[in-house]
């Protein structure tokens, strides 16, 4: 019964957690590959 409620409220966290996420992503057009190119040229930029 536990590891039912555990898996219940871990998903009744992230889901909406997440969805909500993507949708400010979305409105402050941002996407995926410009944080991840972001994370790269750091890298290349650094001495």
């Not at 898996?7 to 941002?30: C, R």
Request: aromatic share 8%; charged share 10%.
């Amino acid at each position: 019964m536990a590891s039912a409620y555990s898996i219940v409220a871990h998903g009744v966290i992230l889901v909406p957690t997440t969805i909500l996420g993507l949708i400010l992503l979305w409105s402050f057009g941002v996407s995926f590959r410009r944080i991840t190119n972001a994370e790269v040229e750091e890298q290349v930029a650094a001495p």
